[in-house]
Structures are given as C-alpha cells and as structure tokens.
C-alpha cells in the first residue's frame, strides 16, 4: 500500500494532560511509519510542525496529503475531555469520513488491537466534519489514541511504550502480526515490588474484572484488566498480592477476586 501518516497539530499545539498530545502523538506516528515501511509499505510523513496557527497546520497537513496519491490517509491525535477520577481508562476511537470505504474495517481492527493493549474500546464513528477527513483525497481515518488526561490512559500508554502503540496502530492497517526486532521498547516498569515470599501457584480468576496494579497495593496505578475468569500463574507474593508471570502486574489474589487451583 502507500499511504500517507501524520501526527496532529503543531509542535506545541494539541492537548496536554498527564503527557503532551503534540508530542507523544509524534512518537507514535514515528513508530506506525518505522513498522509500515519495514512491512513494505510506502509511506509518506505529513506532519507539519510549525504552521502559523492551527487552521493553517490542516491547511498545510492536507495539502501535504494531497501531493501524494496514496491508498490511505492515516492522522494521529490523543484525545482529552475526561478528566475522570474512576479506575478505568477512558480509551480510543477512530473516526472515519466513509463507512462504505476501506476505512471502516481498517479502524474496527485499530480500535480492537489498541483495546488489547488495555483500553476502553469508544468505537468507530462516522464524521463528516472533521477537515482532514473530509479535505484528503484518499479514504482518510483519525485515530484518538486515548486521553492525555486520564491517568489510566497514560498509566497503559507508559507501560506499552510508544513503539509498541505504533506497530499496534501498523500491524491493524496491513491486517497481519509484523515480525521484526522491537528497538527501543521501553521496558515495563513494575514498581515497590518487594516480596515477601517466592513461591509459584496458580489462582483462577472469580470476579467479571479484575484490575492488574503496577505494585502489590491498590496504591499503586492500573495497568491492565483481567475480564476472562481465567486461571493466571502467580510468581511472587506479597500480603495478599500475586505478581503475574506475565509480567503485567500485580493482582489481589484474596478469595473474594480469586480461587487457588
Ligand atoms: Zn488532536
């Protein structure tokens, strides 16, 4: 495919919460085009960084667009709006021009792949207002990554890391797993994670949702969510808290979330 990819906004323009809109979605625009033109892919960076105003950014991010005569138009933002205080991320959504085109199955797999990393899954929505969507020549989409202020939003993006999000972002635009060497991920951070004990046993989860915590207390922030009841192998103890083997976190393994097997 070819197609054109750009992060929103000006250098210094866009939303900003618990991180920067105009510069986390750069990060992840850098990463969706690292992993398309490692899958083959030709692919052209529309950004536009310093543009007189914001009106004049979609004017130039557009023009840009339209030089090129792609497949797809792909444009990158995060979102802002909830500043909730609840447990749960806010999450992503892709808005796209045309239900009928290539858009809509190409932004269902974004927003289900973004929601595998541990998002609340918004949907995809139709907008027929939004400029870059209606002035692009080619099927166009705009992804809302997730809120910049919402703390669980932002405590997920800093455990997945920028370059993960991106290949998340790549691979659901080509529909299939891109193999390559992941550069410099970010590794997780898995804080106050001192243990009392070291030994391995399983637990089967017994509640709908179950929150997976940085740390071995409800202190520590959300970084994910078990809603399968499934059975999870614990390696470390702390109190009541288990650290999954996987390496995503910490749960509360109590009998009122949990059951040993
Ligand atoms: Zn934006």
């Not at 991320?89 to 892709?94: H, K, N, P, R, S």
């Amino acid at each position: 495919m070819v197609i054109n990819v750009h992060a929103g906004h000006n250098v210094n323009g866009g939303a900003v919460g618990y991180v920067s809109e105009s510069v986390e979605d750069r990060h992840i625009k850098d990463a969706v085009i690292k992993y398309l033109r490692q899958n083959g892919h030709t692919v052209y960076d529309c950004t536009v960084d310093n543009a007189g105003s914001q009106n004049a950014n979609l004017t130039q991010i557009v023009a840009k667009c339209n030089a090129h005569h792609v497949d797809l138009d792909v444009s990158i933002h995060l979102n802002a709006g909830a500043a909730d205080k609840d447990e749960h991320t806010t999450g992503t959504e892709v808005y796209i021009y045309n239900p009928f085109d290539v858009t809509n199955a190409i932004a269902n797999r974004i927003c289900k792949k973004i929601e595998a990393l541990g998002y609340c899954n918004r949907g995809v929505k139709v907008n027929r207002s939004l400029y870059v969507l209606r002035k692009t020549k080619a099927p166009a989409l705009l992804i809302e990554c997730f809120f910049v202020d919402d703390e669980n939003d932002v405590d997920v993006y800093k455990r997945t890391g920028a370059d993960t999000f991106g290949k998340t972002i790549a691979e659901a635009i080509v529909n299939k797993t891109i193999t390559s060497q992941t550069t410099n991920k970010k590794p997780l951070e898995v804080a106050n994670t001192k243990s009392d004990g070291n030994n391995t046993f399983m637990v089967k989860v017994i509640v709908d949702a179950l929150n997976i915590r940085r740390g071995p207390s409800i202190n520590n922030s959300i970084v994910g969510c078990i809603t399968d009841k499934g059975a999870y192998t614990i390696v470390d103890t702390n109190g009541s808290w288990g650290r999954l083997k996987s390496g995503a976190g910490w749960i509360n393994t109590s009998s009122a979330y949990c059951k040993r097997i």
